[in-house]
């Protein structure tokens, strides 16, 4: 059974501060990994993708991707109100995603 | 508008009364897939596919079943809903699963409520 484990939050953060968003995955063979957004009642959308150790840079997000600890994480630097929403973790291994429980971030104006 | 749509968005039926949800995209996108979302339990998908005519199961097929006759399209089959499908579905497609091109992008979701 594949698994990702997401901390568990909620995360409160106040404004302008930086959320750290962590989880990991159990399959070494994954090879690329997401980052998504939900908000209530709404579908999830991608925020940042993944495939190669190290950092990647957009706007005020950088996942980081450490394949040997099998770990991968978010900062949201400079945190707004409109931030506040639950955050899904994902990996793709084979054809299949797998998607962890989420993470609910609440960004205190 | 580059989208994927699913209908209904919500839906009340009765235990073994068989229903479909449709889900069609518009992107020209190969790959195609069906989740649940339950509190708790987080996305887990039901049914992909990677192109026409080719569907495999993903972590939890059991009591669903869909075909891929079509490329933009890829409906849902519950043949004898129960309860325990109460949930919210999401229908996603994405380029290809392979190489750099597989960002999902998802439906509006189906709320199916099972009596």
């Known amino acids: 059974q594949k698994e990702v484990e997401q901390n568990s939050g909620p995360l409160s953060v106040p404004e302008g501060a930086i959320a750290s968003l962590n989880c990991t995955y159990s399959d070494r063979g994954s090879q690329s990994f997401f980052w998504y957004r939900q908000y209530s009642g709404k579908s999830p959308e991608l925020i940042m993708f993944i495939y190669s150790n190290g950092d990647k840079e957009d706007g005020r997000f950088t996942a980081q991707l450490n394949k040997a600890s099998q770990y991968v994480s978010l900062l949201i630097r400079d945190s707004q109100p409109s931030d506040s929403a639950t955050y899904l973790c994902a990996f793709l291994t084979g054809n299949q995603f797998y998607f962890g429980t989420g993470t609910s971030l609440t960004v205190i104006p | 508008e580059a989208q994927v749509t699913q209908n209904p968005r919500y839906l009340i039926t009765v235990t073994g009364k068989k229903l479909t949800v449709t889900c069609s995209q518009n992107m020209n996108h190969e790959y195609m897939s069906w989740y649940r979302q339950d509190p708790g339990l987080g996305l887990r998908q039901i049914y992909y596919?990677?192109?026409?005519?080719?569907?495999d199961k993903g972590d939890v097929p059991e009591g669903y079943k869909v075909s891929r006759k079509e490329k933009r399209n890829f409906p849902l089959i519950l043949e004898s809903p129960s309860p325990n499908q109460t949930s919210l579905y999401f229908c996603a497609s994405s380029l290809s699963p392979s190489g750099g091109w597989n960002e999902q992008f998802f439906g509006p979701g189906t709320r199916l409520t099972v009596l």
């Open positions: 596919s990677m192109n026409v005519e080719v569907t």
